[in-house]
Nanobody, 123 residues
């Protein structure tokens, strides 16, 4: 069984930066895909970024392309989401997700999900 925990959320001013981490416990060695999703108040959960843990291939939503960077980690932390040039519209609960195969933006391909961490962008 795999458990995921996000960390690094909090309050940040517009234009600032924040880095989120996704740590895994349990039998995480077989995981091949890591994804980040977010959900703003009153809206559906949407895809943010993903990475193939085997090859390093990345994929981003257009809304964050050029501002966010997803990366993998060889240790207990599966990976990170570096967020730069943050805007108020980035405010959301951010979730990390992992799967036994890489499915990119397809949320149904991720078997394990964290509880989420709040990111608030406000002056």
């Amino acid at each position: 069984q795999v458990q995921l925990v996000e960390s690094g959320g909090g309050l940040v001013q517009p234009g600032g930066s924040q880095r989120l981490a996704c740590a895994a416990s349990g039998r995480a060695g077989s995981l091949q895909g890591l994804g980040w999703f977010r959900q703003a108040p009153g809206k559906e959960r949407v895809f943010v970024a993903s990475i193939n843990l085997m090859s390093g291939t990345t994929y981003y939503a257009d809304s964050v392309k050029g501002r966010f960077t997803i990366s993998r980690d060889g240790a207990e932390n599966l990976g990170y989401l570096q967020m730069n040039s943050l805007m108020p519209e980035d405010t959301a609960v951010y979730y990390c997700a992992a799967g036994r195969a890489y499915t990119g933006a397809y949320s149904g391909g991720y078997q394990f999900w964290g509880r989420g961490t709040q990111v608030t962008v406000s002056s």
